[in-house]
């Protein structure tokens, strides 16, 4: 006997488990005669169906040769899976079983339906990319078959629904199905009822204006059934994934985490205009390595992620697109308090965290309604993740074109002046032409969208270079007011405070936005750096570059850590990595260049430096 197995990965498998080497077509074929109702096709229809992008005539020659390599491989069988005539194909189901076979199964209406909710979850055929249109067609055309016969099977289930262990089984199936359509009212309905009432839409019905997610909110006191009528839901929804908690230790409380997550992901799907991805997936996105890729897969706008810690349970929700942290909050999570207020906190992050979708939204829709100007964006804010002259020139060039599609794109002119900076900053030649063309840049962001952080962020950091010290601090303070959970503003904030001759505040800035962005970019370690060595702190300052990926920027900063507490041979090592890299590097013209507030932290700098020997 042979199991062909259709959900998850496609493949056929041996009665004692061993996989059988097949051709990816005779899979297919195998799938596509198992699901229909006669197990039997016309060759021409096989032929089609498997190569209906060439010529009739090619269609049928490869058909031929595919029988026929199905042939040798079945040819040690006692019972041949597959009976051949001139003109037909026909599947033997006495030989071959199915996992489809659960969808013609019987039992109790609860046990089919967490049968199939557990089969569909997995995908149909989801490791094979369609061949030809018709292939395509097909897989759409089952999942939607499966996706109604596990809606049918949740509406049989619920006569059993105060059964031990139901609710959990059909709130699954529910939010599966919810994931797949949002507009599904009937089914919302039906886990708003099972979750015992949500807190969410009691709020909306209450008036709460901030926790409505709406495109736009409510600006003339209307009613929510107004806001209804003039707010249309979006053809395509921004998707959500809650991703389960994750804790560096063995710890009592993950169940319960998990149980509260669970409970927010119940609460969102009060939501009209959010499609909020089913725990299942969540899972599996989190255990994946590759999770940007994963959640880029799946057009998903939002993360919630969450960690669990001897702290409490700290969540922080991320606008994928930018990689934006728009919200983050801890919450107490003690044994003791724990199981009677987790509705509580339940309640408290589904609310925060609809709010802050709510004020998200028209940023959202600005960006997707300028796909190639967003898409060119993107590729100049992944360039910028290194700071190197070649990356800082190519991102130029993304920003640049990305304005070409988009004259008034903002986030554009935010990343142009960042280019700027950064080249100003690793060349080290005090060229002000850079500095006022960030400037320039900056300002033309803030005048496009000045009710965004980036723009007065990057006029921040342009202000500090050119000098204008408490221009600067202004300038990031009035971004970090805008967006308070941006890592990136609160580093940049922490680097002029540096600046500013306040190294402690500074450190304590920049862990903050560590926790908030815990892999941190180099950038963050670096200002670290310069933080900790203002507060003659050496040790610190030197394992803060070591931490950096890439230590070009920071190699000064590390030789004259190392030169203060006299290892010689380390201080050498740095300076030789940063005269390779900058060999006009003149002390003096940069420290009069550098803008401090004050004093003794030039004539600090100035002895690290001349101790390394530059």
């Not at 004692?16 to 799938?31: C, E, F």
């Not at 033997?92 to 199939?116: C, H, K, M, W, Y």
């Not at 932290?601 to 100035?606: A, D, M």
Request: aromatic share 6%.
């Amino acid at each position: 006997m042979l199991h062909l197995q259709t959900f998850g990965d496609l493949r056929l498998i041996e009665t004692n488990g061993d996989p059988v080497r097949y051709p990816i077509k005779g899979l297919l074929m195998m799938a596509h005669l198992y699901a229909g109702a006669s197990h039997e096709l016309s060759r021409y229809e096989l032929a089609q169906f498997l190569w209906n992008d060439v010529e009739a005539d090619l269609a049928r020659l490869n058909l031929r040769k595919l029988l026929s390599r199905i042939r040798e491989t079945d040819g040690g069988r006692a019972e041949m899976p597959f009976d051949f005539t001139a003109t037909t194909v026909r599947l033997n189901t006495q030989v071959v079983s199915s996992d489809l076979d659960i969808f013609r199964a019987g039992g109790s209406p609860l046990e089919r339906l967490n049968a199939i909710a557990e089969l569909t979850q997995r995908g149909f055929i989801g490791n094979i990319k369609p061949a030809t249109k018709l292939i395509d067609a097909w897989i759409r055309a089952q999942r939607d078959t499966q996706a109604l016969q596990l809606r049918q099977a949740l509406l049989d289930a619920l006569p059993d629904a105060q059964k031990p262990g139901a609710t959990r089984t059909i709130s699954s199936a529910a939010l599966q199905i919810l994931e797949r359509d949002p507009k599904d009212e009937q089914v919302r309905a039906l886990l708003h009822r099972l979750s015992g009432g949500s807190s969410l839409n009691e709020s909306l019905s209450n008036g709460d204006d901030h926790a409505r997610v709406q495109v736009k909110r409510s600006e003339a006191g209307e009613t929510p059934a107004d806001i209804e009528r003039i707010s249309p839901m979006p053809l395509i929804l921004p998707r959500l994934v809650l991703l389960p908690p994750t804790s560096k230790h063995a710890d009592a409380g993950l169940a319960l985490a998990n149980a509260l997550i669970e409970d927010v992901t119940i609460e969102l799907c009060a939501l009209r205009n959010i499609s909020i991805v089913a725990p299942h997936t969540a899972g599996q996105i989190r255990r994946d390595s590759e999770k940007a890729a994963v959640v880029a897969r799946h057009s998903i706008a939002y993360l919630l992620d969450t960690r669990l810690s001897e702290e409490g349970l700290f969540a922080q929700l991320v606008y994928f697109p930018t990689d934006e942290i728009i919200w983050a909050n801890r919450f107490a999570m003690t044994p003791d308090i724990l199981p009677r207020q987790r509705r509580l906190i339940a309640q408290q992050l589904t609310m925060s965290v609809a709010r802050e979708l709510a004020e998200n939204e028209e940023e959202r829709l600005r960006f997707e309604a300028n796909p190639e100007a967003y898409h060119a964006y993107l590729v100049g804010s992944s360039l910028m993740s290194k700071l190197t002259l070649p990356h800082i020139r190519r991102a130029r060039k993304a920003f640049k074109q990305s304005l070409s599609h988009k004259a008034d794109f903002s986030p554009s002119f935010t990343g142009l002046a960042r280019t700027f900076t950064s080249e100003w900053l690793v060349t080290a030649q005090g060229n002000n032409e850079l500095l006022h063309l960030a400037e320039q840049n900056a300002l033309r962001a803030i005048e496009r969208d000045p009710a965004s952080a980036a723009g007065h962020r990057e006029l921040g950091v342009t202000k500090l270079y050119l000098g204008d010290v408490d221009a600067s601090v202004a300038a990031l303070h009035l971004a970090e007011e805008l967006s308070p959970h941006f890592a990136d503003v609160i580093y940049s904030h922490a680097d002029t405070l540096v600046h500013a001759s306040r190294p402690g505040d500074a450190l304590a800035k920049i862990k903050k936005a560590i926790s908030l962005n815990p892999i941190a970019p180099d950038a963050y370690l670096w200002c670290a750096a310069g933080a900790s060595f203002f507060l003659e702190q050496y040790e610190e300052a030197i394992a803060y570059v070591e931490a950096m990926k890439d230590k070009a920027p920071a190699h000064r900063i590390a030789a004259a850590s190392c030169a203060m507490i006299g290892d010689r041979k380390r201080a050498l090592f740095h300076r030789q990595r940063a005269e390779s890299i900058n060999p006009v590097f003149d002390v003096e013209k940069w420290l009069a260049i550098v803008p401090f507030k004050e004093h003794w932290q030039k004539e600090l700098y100035r002895e690290g430096l001349l101790k390394a020997g530059f």
